[in-house]
């Protein structure tokens, strides 16, 4: 095993963006080129946990905080770890790149009409419905990265576009093969 930490590949973005999408694409694409690879996603570690935590902004950095936690630990045995979570603060990205050594986060930029449009899980319908949301870019602020290591247009492209841009940029970075 080597002492080098596998990559952590980190998708941000509003909900509805693509991260899940994209991560499991480029976990399929991992897995053919046999990497040792796992995809966390936000709502699968929610549920595992059985929903044990709400949506408070307390709440939300102790759940990515967890993830944090188990991505730390693939990585650090040889497997690397893609991650579909929005982690929407600047202070728990901050967190989890301290955490991470080997750490690429790819921000999914979309305008928050695009995804309301889009509305993948209906949370935005739901919201509407009830008259109040806690969703994240709605009435919970997402704060933009500062320092994404790749930003993709998912509202300008397609997912196949993206996930181009994705392969060469990761291909660059020496994480896939050609």
């Avoid at 991470?100 to 309301?116: G, K, M, R």
């Avoid at 870019?137 to 509202?155: A, E, K, N």
């Amino acid at each position: 095993m080597s002492n080098v930490p596998s990559p952590v590949i980190w998708f941000t973005g509003l909900s509805g963006s693509g991260k899940t999408s994209l991560g499991k694409m480029l976990i399929n694409t991992l897995k053919g080129d046999e990497v040792p690879c796992e995809f966390l996603d936000g709502d699968l570690v929610r549920d595992f946990f059985g929903n044990d935590l709400g949506y408070s902004r307390e709440e939300r950095i102790q759940n990515i905080k967890r993830i944090c936690f188990a991505a730390k630990l693939l990585s650090d045995h040889g497997i690397t770890c893609v991650v579909a979570n929005i982690a929407p603060f600047y202070e728990v990205r901050d967190f989890v790149r301290s955490k991470l050594s080997n750490y690429l986060q790819i921000y999914l930029e979309v305008a928050p009409e695009v995804v309301v449009n889009r509305d993948v899980k209906g949370l935005y319908k739901k919201a509407s419905a009830s008259g109040s949301s806690n969703l994240v870019g709605i009435d919970i602020p997402y704060d933009i990265p500062r320092r994404p290591d790749l930003v993709l247009q998912t509202g300008q492209e397609s997912i196949d576009d993206s996930f181009t841009k994705l392969k060469s940029f990761l291909i660059h970075r020496g994480v896939i093969s050609l």
